[in-house]
């Protein structure tokens, strides 16, 4: 399947989501995985941060869980901050973890077909090779260039 998400696809699923698991998100607030998954909170989303090696830390509010099966509870998406080849056995946790799973996202520069295809054949959405938190800022209207409006053409010009 191609990585060309219509709008309304994105849109459909950044609106309906409300619990996000981020897996590899990071402590450190330079890196992509904390401040996406920042980003998200302060947008309303609960998020759930999972990274083994913080278990137990408090990141943003949130207390980090070891692995997506010590979460308490349902998550609507689990967004996945790990290479491509360590996506397939994160991709089982969450299937098995949460039977109500609506969205699997792979960030930026991840791609895995294999696990796509096993969530989609479950009948879980799937992203690949984005950033929920671009998409979100792209398709409700806070991406700015430049620090300008672009939405806004000049008279000017």
């Known amino acids: 399947m191609s990585n060309d998400y ?6 459909d699923i950044l609106t309906r989501t409300r619990r996000v698991a981020v897996v590899g998100v990071s402590m450190n607030p ?5 401040y996406v998954a ?3 909170s302060l947008k309303g989303f609960e998020v759930v941060p999972v990274n083994p090696g913080h278990a137990g830390e408090t990141v943003f509010g949130a207390r980090v869980v070891a692995s997506l099966s010590k979460i308490e509870g349902g998550v609507d998406m ?10 397939p056995p994160i ?20 791609v895995n077909e294999e696990a796509a295809e096993k969530a989609r054949a479950r ?3 799937v992203v690949m090779d984005r950033c929920p938190k ?11 260039m430049g620090g300008f409006n672009t939405g ?3 008279s000017k010009l």
């Open 6 to 11: 219509s709008d309304a696809y994105l849109r």
């Open 30 to 34: 330079v890196r992509p995985s904390y």
């Open 38 to 40: 920042r980003y998200l």
């Open 78 to 87: 689990v967004d996945i901050f790990r290479r491509p080849e360590h996506v």
């Open 91 to 110: 991709v089982d946790e969450a299937l098995e973890a949460f039977p109500d799973l609506q969205t699997i996202w792979m960030q930026i520069g991840v």
């Open 123 to 125: 009948g879980v959405d």
């Open 134 to 144: 671009i998409e979100y800022q792209r398709l409700f209207g806070e991406l700015r």
């Open 152 to 154: 806004v053409i000049s």
